[in-house]
């Protein structure tokens, strides 16, 4: 039997992947914390060659802290998708 060495975790592997998930969980709170405190909308994109997503001040978001800030429960979607029933492109904290 032949096993694949990368399907294996290994301790170097986990911390490199546990300080981009605390990365990006760090990024989301500052664009949570911006979106509260300054009133400021998160807006995104769908691209060619992905979303890009931004602030209404005009500073840019990581797709990861963008999705992790939309999932919080705060962050609600202004309903403004481009077709019926399709996720917004701007969200606002409630």
């Known amino acids: 039997m032949v096993f694949n060495r990368l399907s294996i ?3 170097t592997g986990l911390k490199h992947q ?3 998930l605390d990365r990006h969980r ?3 709170d ?3 914390a911006a979106m ?3 009133g400021l909308a998160l807006n995104v994109s769908h691209e060619k060659s992905g979303d890009l997503w931004w602030l209404s ?3 840019r ?3 990861e802290a963008a999705k992790l800030a939309v999932a919080h429960p705060n962050i609600v979607s202004v309903a403004d998708g481009l ?3 399709a996720l917004g492109q701007t969200y606002r904290h409630i």
Do not use: M, W
């Open 9 to 11: 975790p290994t301790v």
């Open 18 to 20: 546990r300080g981009l």
């Open 26 to 28: 760090l990024a989301a």
């Open 30 to 32: 500052r664009v949570i």
């Open 36 to 38: 509260r405190d300054r």
């Open 57 to 59: 001040d005009g500073s």
């Open 61 to 63: 978001v990581g797709a």
């Open 83 to 85: 077709f019926g029933g």
